[in-house]
């Protein structure tokens, strides 16, 4: 297991909150990620887990604190700095996100064509190494249409890593995957830690893989962060919200009456 305070950070987020309007969608959040950490976000929707994702590729800047990513102060960056730190990191969505009129050698190509100047045979040969490593090598010529979902997922996820990214971002890498398939793909990701070096985020409402792959876990909600720690600490938190999500509990929210009725008759809110 990699702590942040055995690696030097790849990300450190100091105090930063965010907005979406008026409405405040993180407040205050503080996070270091170490080289080499896997860090698993977790929480409801709607708890802030994307626009998380967003600050911290660049797209869009917190209203108050500081982002820094790879030794990089994200508020800081004009557009052409933030191209050139964007090609450290890679992103795997998803569904694989793949362009549908390409075959999947062609997807996994893309990267190395559109940010590299490399001849034709030395893009082939990393793109095969890629597919490889996803054992995907024999499917290459295939059309995104003719993947299994599993197969899908990690076609995108060698798209993302084949330029070697130093940071990884994964979106809820097991969902609608089989068990079987799931396991697999969590051990597939622990081995491109372990192989290319990287540091991983993954967002994820899979508790069995994300217990399997974190080192540390952050867990959002609405907004706030409520707790981050290793796999064993936030098994034992004894937070209600998370104690709820672990055993997979509605939320049982009380209502603001007076809170509610200020909604409805809100005039501010109607739109000329």
Avoid: C
Avoid at 213 to 223: S, Y
């Amino acid at each position: 297991m990699v702590t942040s305070a055995e690696a030097p950070p790849v990300i450190n987020i100091k105090n930063m909150t965010s907005h979406y309007g008026q409405i405040k969608v993180l407040d205050d959040i503080n996070l270091t990620i170490a080289q080499r950490e896997i860090m698993v976000v977790m929480g409801h929707s709607g708890s802030g887990k994307s626009t998380l994702f967003r600050h911290i590729l660049g797209l869009k800047q917190p209203t108050s604190g500081t982002i820094e990513v790879l030794n990089k102060e994200l508020t800081t960056l004009n557009k052409k700095e933030l191209y050139a730190l964007r090609k450290n990191i890679g992103v795997a969505f998803q569904n694989g996100a793949l362009f549908s009129s390409l075959s999947v050698r062609e997807n996994v190509e893309l990267p190395l064509r559109e940010h590299t100047a490399l001849d034709d045979n030395t893009i082939r040969i990393m793109t095969r190494m890629k597919l490889e490593q996803m054992n995907l090598a024999e499917y290459e010529d295939l059309m995104p249409s003719e993947l299994s979902g599993g197969m899908l997922k990690r076609a995108g996820l060698a798209r993302a890593v084949v330029m070697d990214p130093k940071l990884l971002f994964f979106d809820e890498p097991s969902a609608g995957l089989d068990p079987v398939t799931s396991a697999e793909l969590d051990q597939l990701i622990l081995q491109l830690r372990d192989a290319l070096n990287m540091t991983i985020i993954i967002v994820t409402h899979e508790l069995e893989s994300a217990f399997d792959v974190a080192d540390r876990l952050t867990v959002l909600d609405k907004g706030k962060q409520i707790m981050t720690g290793t796999r064993e600490e936030v098994k034992a938190s004894t937070d209600t919200r998370i104690v709820n999500m672990l055993a997979r509990k509605a939320r049982d929210e009380e209502i603001d009456g007076d809170a509610y009725l200020q909604r409805l008759t809100d005039t501010t809110r109607v739109k000329k």
